[in-house]
């Protein structure tokens, strides 16, 4: 099974609304990472949160981690058609090892 | 663009024919990944190298095996195609093996078709 599992497995939203999307995993991990994927194109990697963190921004990202409840949250805020994707969580459980995706929220912005 | 390239971008093969699929990683990453994505196994890891030795092995077919090069580029073979390997596959690579900055950048994807 994965081990992480994205919520919801889409999102549909109008343009300058907030997004969040949220990632559960099961087993302890190292860091955490999310990605974001353009239809048939390569993913992006947008934002690493370490096990030891709580919440990280990268422009209008915010990821927070709660590893007591194992999930993790993606907030977009001020959405834009741009940011119509599906997004990623991937959990890194030995180092770099056995690297896992969920299976992704699809996020659609409506102008 | 990510700096990671992967040839070709398309490939349409049949059942049982054996293909190749290459990667290069950005430079200076030591690390290659490879996954496969389709849609109903969704984005599922193969298969790990660092600095020419396999790293990590996640849900690769007995079917299938990689190599990275001294140069550090890497391939995937697939042989005895089925209908079911039809999907993309993606490369990425890294800095490091794991741990710490171990953010991957992907390639654009190679989309198999096995009719």
């Known amino acids: 099974s994965q081990q992480g599992e994205e919520d919801p497995q889409a999102l549909s939203i109008q343009e300058g609304e907030n997004a969040t999307m949220n990632c559960s995993y099961k087993?302890?991990?190292?860091?955490l990472q999310w990605y974001r994927q353009n239809s048939g194109r390569g993913l992006v990697h947008l934002i690493l949160?370490?096990?030891?963190?709580r919440e990280k921004h990268s422009g209008r990202l915010r990821v927070t981690l709660d590893t007591s409840k194992k999930s993790s949250s993606l907030l977009i805020t001020a959405s834009r058609a741009a940011d119509t994707a599906s997004y990623f969580c991937?959990?890194?459980?030995?180092?770099?090892?056995?690297?896992?995706f969920g299976p992704g929220t699809r996020l659609s912005v409506l102008p | 663009d990510s700096g990671v390239t992967q040839t070709p971008k398309h490939l349409i093969t049949a059942t049982g024919q054996r293909v190749t699929l290459r990667c290069s990683p950005r430079?200076?990453?030591?690390?290659v990944y490879w996954y496969q994505q389709s849609l109903d196994q969704g984005l599922q890891f193969l298969i790990q190298?660092?600095?020419?030795?396999?790293?990590a092995k996640g849900n690769i077919l007995e079917r299938f095996s990689a190599q990275q090069f001294p140069d550090l580029h890497s391939e995937l073979n697939l042989s005895s195609l089925e209908l079911g390997d039809s999907a993309l596959y993606f490369c990425?690579?890294?800095?490091?093996?794991?741990?710490?900055?171990?953010?991957?950048?992907f390639g654009p994807g190679t989309r198999l078709t096995v009719l």
């Open positions: 990425a690579s890294s800095v490091e093996a794991g741990g710490g900055h171990n953010e991957q950048f």
């Open positions: 949160i370490r096990s030891n963190e």
């Open positions: 087993t302890s991990i190292n860091n």
């Open positions: 991937a959990t890194d459980k030995n180092y770099g090892q056995n690297f896992v």
């Open positions: 190298y660092y600095n020419g030795e396999e790293r």
């Open positions: 430079s200076g990453d030591l690390s």
